[in-house]
C-alpha cells in the first residue's frame, strides 16, 4: 500500500529495554522526521533526515537513536527505555524542504 | 531560534459561529507555513500550505492567511464535524529542512 506506515501501532515495554519503532514509507520522499506528542506539549522534534544516512537532532533528542540506511525506513530506537518516554509517536516524511508532510497513524508506546 | 506559537489553546464554538485561529512564526527566511488538524487517535492531515504574506487558501469552510508575523485559519460557519484539533507549522531557511510545529488549538463545536 502506498503512503507511510509505523509499526507497532500499539507497545508496552519496561523501564530499561531497548526498543525499535518502526517507519516505512512507499513514496521515496527525501525528509523523515519523528515526533512525539503528550498533552500539553504539542508535536515535538525528536530526529529528522534530509536523505539515506543524513541525520540530525530535533528538540528532544536525549534517549533515542534513529539509523537511515535505506530511503525508504527510519527506524527509531529507545536504547533504554525510561517512564518519561511514554507517548504517542509519530513520523513523517515529505518530498522536499518547502513541502507540506505527511503523517503515519502513529505509535502510542507505554513504559511501565 | 524558530519557534512557533499558536492561540488559543482551546476554542469552543456554536454551530454556525464563525471564528479565527492565531499562527504566530518566528522564523528566518520562511520557506513555507503549513496547516493540518488532528483527529483524537490518529496522525495529522495535511490541509494548507502558504508561502508568501498576502496568500491565501480556502477549502470548504476553511481558509488560511498569512502575513509577515502570523497566520490565520478562519472557520466560517462551522460545523460539529469541524471539531479538531488545527496544528501550525513552519519550515525556515535557516534550520536545514526542520518542521516546527506549534502547540495546536483544540476546537470543539457544538450543535
Known amino acids: 500500500d502506498a503512503g507511510i506506515t509505523q509499526s507497532p501501532r500499539y507497545k508496552i515495554t519496561e523501564t530499561g529495554r531497548q526498543v525499535t519503532l518502526m517507519c516505512h514509507q512507499t513514496?521515496?520522499?527525501?525528509?523523515m522526521f519523528w515526533y512525539r506528542q503528550d498533552l500539553g506539549h504539542g508535536l515535538r522534534l525528536i530526529y529528522y533526515s534530509a536523505a539515506a544516512d543524513i541525520t540530525d537532532k530535533g528538540e528532544v533528542p536525549d534517549g533515542y537513536v534513529v539509523s537511515r540506511s535505506k530511503t525508504e525506513n527510519f527506524p527509531l530506537t529507545l536504547e533504554s527505555a525510561t517512564r518519561s518516554q511514554t507517548s504517542v509517536y509519530f513520523c513523517a516524511s515529505r518530498v522536499g524542504q518547502a513541502r507540506e508532510a505527511f503523517f503515519g497513524q502513529g505509535t502510542r508506546l507505554t513504559v511501565v | 531560534e524558530d519557534q512557533v506559537t499558536q492561540s488559543p489553546e482551546a476554542l469552543r464554538l456554536q454551530e454556525g459561529e464563525s471564528s479565527s485561529l492565531n499562527c504566530s512564526y518566528t522564523?528566518?527566511?520562511?520557506?513555507?507555513l503549513f496547516w493540518y488538524r488532528q483527529d483524537p487517535g490518529k496522525g495529522p492531515e495535511f490541509l494548507f500550505t502558504?508561502?508568501?504574506a498576502g496568500e491565501e487558501k480556502e477549502k470548504e469552510r476553511l481558509k488560511a492567511t498569512l502575513t509577515k508575523k502570523e497566520s490565520f485559519l478562519h472557520i466560517t460557519a462551522p460545523k460539529p464535524e469541524d471539531s479538531a484539533t488545527y496544528l501550525c507549522a513552519s519550515t525556515g531557511s535557516s534550520n536545514t529542512g526542520k518542521l516546527i510545529f506549534g502547540q495546536g488549538t483544540t476546537l470543539q463545536v457544538k450543535p
Open positions: 513514496w521515496s520522499h527525501s525528509y
Open positions: 502558504l508561502y508568501s
Open positions: 522564523v528566518s527566511g520562511l520557506r513555507g
